[in-house]
């Protein structure tokens, strides 16, 4: 089955304490991207990949680091969250950018 | 600067008629325009696109218009049911860019 697959699903972690939130497709796509979604705000981008070993800001990247060393793997990482940083987050892939966006489930993370 | 609007953020209609969604944009002439459906807790998932060469786009009972010179799509689903009650997203790429910036949305709640 063709999907986005995010890990966790859901997060609780502490101010400061470095944590990844995985990110996988299986359908072979050149574009990945993180999108951070609050309650008035919508969904804002935070990075995204074009392919691998190239990626670029979104709207809301500061705090936020990402990789794409394999074309099929997009980790978000965070070196040093923030209680602001509270947020449900999205990874999506697609085939190009111009190309309808795939969403993964989302991974509520909780920074006390 | 570039901006999306949705309508309204809620929109209540009852089963059986017609639900009319609307996204404006300003500032900027996007190439395309896609459309999702996010139910609570979930990633979107996409529905339709629509090219600046195309007046109209049907899926079922979906339909998408896109006017360039209003700078606005309408999105309308015909016979509503009370499944199709979720939050509709209207998305657009930036002008000279590959992010696609998605509009806050809009809930509808059909009413049985």
């Known amino acids: 089955e063709a999907q986005v697959t995010q890990n966790p699903r859901y997060l609780i972690t502490v101010t400061g304490k470095k944590l990844t939130v995985t990110c996988s497709q299986n359908?072979?796509?050149?574009?990945m991207s993180w999108y951070r979604q609050d309650p008035g705000l919508g969904l804002r981008q935070i990075y995204y990949?074009?392919?691998?070993?190239?990626?670029d800001k979104g709207d809301v990247p500061e705090g936020y680091k990402v990789s794409r060393k394999e074309k099929r793997n997009f980790p978000l990482i965070l070196e040093s969250p923030s209680p602001n940083q509270t947020s449900l987050y999205f990874c999506?892939?697609?085939?190009?950018?111009?190309?309808?966006?795939?969403f993964g489930n989302g991974t509520r993370l909780t920074v006390t | 600067s570039q901006k999306i609007e949705q309508n309204s953020e809620a929109l209540n209609i009852q089963e059986g008629k017609t639900a009319t969604l609307t996204c404006n944009y300003t500032?900027?002439?996007?190439?395309?325009l896609q459309w999702y459906r996010q139910d609570p807790g979930r990633g979107p998932v996409f529905l339709l696109l629509?090219?600046?060469?195309?007046k109209e786009k049907r899926k079922e009972r979906l339909k998408v218009t896109f006017d360039t010179t209003l700078k606005q799509s309408l999105f309308h689903i015909t016979a509503s049911q009370p499944a199709d009650s979720a939050t509709y997203l209207c998305?657009?790429?930036?002008?000279?860019?590959?992010?696609?910036?998605f509009g806050k949305g809009t809930k509808l709640s059909v009413i049985p």
């Open positions: 359908m072979n796509h050149e574009y």
């Open positions: 500032n900027y002439s996007p190439a395309y």
């Open positions: 998305a657009l790429p930036l002008a000279g860019s590959y992010q696609l910036t």
């Open positions: 629509i090219r600046e060469n195309e």
């Open positions: 999506a892939s697609s085939l190009s950018s111009s190309s309808p966006l795939h």
């Open positions: 990949s074009m392919n691998v070993e190239v990626t």
